[in-house]
């Protein structure tokens, strides 16, 4: 069963950094395409950012030139670095993969909370 583990969340400053972590078992990271989303409370999951299979990355408009999607081979792990914060980050953030198959999976999310 695939596993994915996120991590990094926590409470942060508008304005701050935060970088999360996916790390993968029994998915390769490297040959699927590595999403993360976000939920906010009372609001519907929302895409925040992907890397393709090929290593092509999209993102939200909402947070183009803020977030960074990126993936480490070696570890097996995807990685969202989160910077210039702001309160409407707030949400869980989640990690998923679409496999060669089409088969996805999900993450058990991680809190983001920007309050100063």
């Given at each position: ?38 939920q906010a409370p ?6 925040v950012a992907v ?37 409407e980050d707030t ?26």
């Amino acid at each position: 069963q695939v596993q994915l583990v996120e991590s990094g969340g926590g409470l942060v400053q508008p304005g701050g950094s935060l970088r999360l972590s996916c790390v993968a078992s029994r998915i390769i990271v490297r040959s699927s395409d590595m999403y993360w989303y976000r939920q906010a409370p009372g609001k519907q999951r929302e895409f925040v950012a992907v890397i393709a299979s090929g290593g092509s990355t999209n993102y939200a408009d909402s947070v183009k030139g803020r977030f960074t999607i990126s993936r480490d081979n070696a570890k097996n792990a995807v990685y969202l670095q989160l910077s210039s914060l702001k309160p409407e980050d707030t949400a869980v953030y989640y990690c998923k993969g679409v496999d060669w198959r089409g088969a996805e999976s999900w993450g058990q999310g991680t809190q983001v909370t920007v309050s100063s």
